[in-house]
């Protein structure tokens, strides 16, 4: 097998990896798996999206023969999710980049506790989830669920979900493009109808982790969203809206958020 150096100092490129960078590479992910407590079948479900064959898996992983646009997966969700254990078990593969604009909004002012996941019943009745930072009970794929957001004061929120370092915008209320809604101080849930009972949503396709960030902004915050509809926003799209929010009375931002996993 081909020996590693440790004085790499650039990224690998992983779609032509050789196995030894492979292997190596297999090292930090059994990190991930010991500390954070992980079964194999679930590693690989949440880093490439779809359930393997575990113990074959892992077997091709260490060895450096997994394929390498797996590998390259596989390093994309570590670098995403659990960059502190990459960074510490294998600092000649992983790199701490610079942040940008959003991530230093994120970093910033992110809080966690005044979002939390509420469960639907089939009654309807509105339960709360437990909370930080990650929910201890995972969402079932297809299970409906809404929000409750407490504000400090009366402005307008919109939100996102984050999974796999994708940024999507999502609709608050029954029309597809309302994206900003008002909120008032207190609690209240999100999504709803227009007469603020909850508003069921689903995640029917993706297991894993998936982040939920409720921006909450003054009420005369010009935002224009229609712009971020359907697709993922580009990382320069992130800059643009964190330097625009943070230029109109950005001592008044908060930025709630929760972190839950979808499971099948």
Known sequence: MERLSNRITHPVEWLKATEAERARLYHVAKAVMDITGSAPADFYRASLGKAVDPVTTSGNFSRGKIARRHAAMIYAWIEEHHLDI???IAPELFFKPARSSWQELLSDREQYGELTIRRLSALGLVQPASRFPVEERPLTLGEPFAFSLRCERDGQ???????RGFWHLFPLGEDPQSFLRPCR????VLPSHDDGSP??????ETDGLHSFVFIHCEIDT???LDQYAGLALRPEQLDALAVSLLSQGGTELAIHRVNVRFVR
């Open 185 to 188: 101080e207190g609690e209240q």
């Open 157 to 163: 929120v919109f939100a996102f979900q984050e999974t």
């Open 86 to 88: 990459g960074l510490r």
């Open 222 to 224: 010009d935002v224009a």
């Open 199 to 204: 508003l069921p949503i689903i995640e029917a």
